[in-house]
């Protein structure tokens, strides 16, 4: 049990549907992250949230929107998307934004993009 | 640009010893860290190496040389749940954290 949570685990969406994924962590932690996690390739940050305020958004395509109503939870909305968006979407936490601390992963949401 | 290599797959005994390897290439360099990954499962936290030399915890042991840009993970005593990807990270100047490929490591009984 890493504290982190994410629903839902799959998803399978078409390029016209909005859906949105969540994540709660249960660590008390002051900063969350979504990543994005292709086959092969590194992970890529996504969007960073430090104390509900976005302080990173590494220049990821409208149809991500990110929301953060507070430290606890994290919301991934969805729409519009492309095939080439399929992917495992990683939500982490940690104690500070900074990212200089162990980050703690939640299990991901496998997305399928038809 | 920023770069972090690692080989992509490793095949390794049950009992054995592996090293995987991490080279960086990076704007300044504020530590490196090592997750390990099961498949279909969240990455977690193994080490972080901050200053050269070996870091040991257990039967895993982490090795950094700052001035080689070089780092390696060392599993000791291998046993088949080791089997799973092992990521690499460097937290860069500016303190955003650069992520390698991952080693997918397999254990053969």
């Known amino acids: 049990e890493t504290g982190v949570t994410q629903t839902p685990r799959h998803l399978v969406m078409g390029m016209t549907n909005k859906k949105s994924l969540k994540c709660e962590q249960h660590?008390?932690?002051?900063?969350m992250y979504w990543y994005k996690q292709s086959a092969k390739k590194p992970l890529e940050l996504m969007f960073v949230?430090?104390?509900?305020?976005?302080?990173e958004n590494n220049s990821v395509p409208s149809r991500f929107s990110p929301e953060c109503p507070n430290s606890s939870h994290l919301f991934l909305h969805l729409h519009t998307l492309q095939p080439e968006d399929s992917a495992l979407y990683l939500c982490?936490?940690?104690?500070?934004?900074?990212?200089?601390?162990?980050?703690?992963f939640g299990p991901g949401t496998r997305l399928t993009v038809t | 640009g920023q770069n972090i290599d690692q080989p992509t797959e490793m095949t390794a005994t049950e009992g054995a010893i592996v090293q995987i390897n991490c080279t960086y290439q990076t704007s300044g360099f504020n530590g490196l860290f090592w997750y390990q990954q099961h498949a279909g499962e969240a990455p977690t936290f193994l080490s972080y190496?901050?200053l050269d030399g070996l870091e040991e915890k257990g039967r895993f042991s982490s090795f950094l040389s700052r001035s080689k840009g070089y780092s390696y993970l060392l599993l000791k005593e291998l046993q088949m749940k080791d089997s799973a990807s092992y990521l690499c990270?460097?937290?860069?100047?500016?303190?955003?954290?650069?992520w390698g490929a991952g080693t997918k490591l397999i254990i053969k009984p």
């Open positions: 660590l008390g932690h002051n900063a």
């Open positions: 949230y430090n104390f509900k305020e976005q302080t």
């Open positions: 990270a460097v937290l860069d100047s500016n303190y955003q954290l650069i």
């Open positions: 982490a936490s940690s104690q500070d934004g900074g990212q200089t601390g162990e980050q703690y």
């Open positions: 190496n901050v």
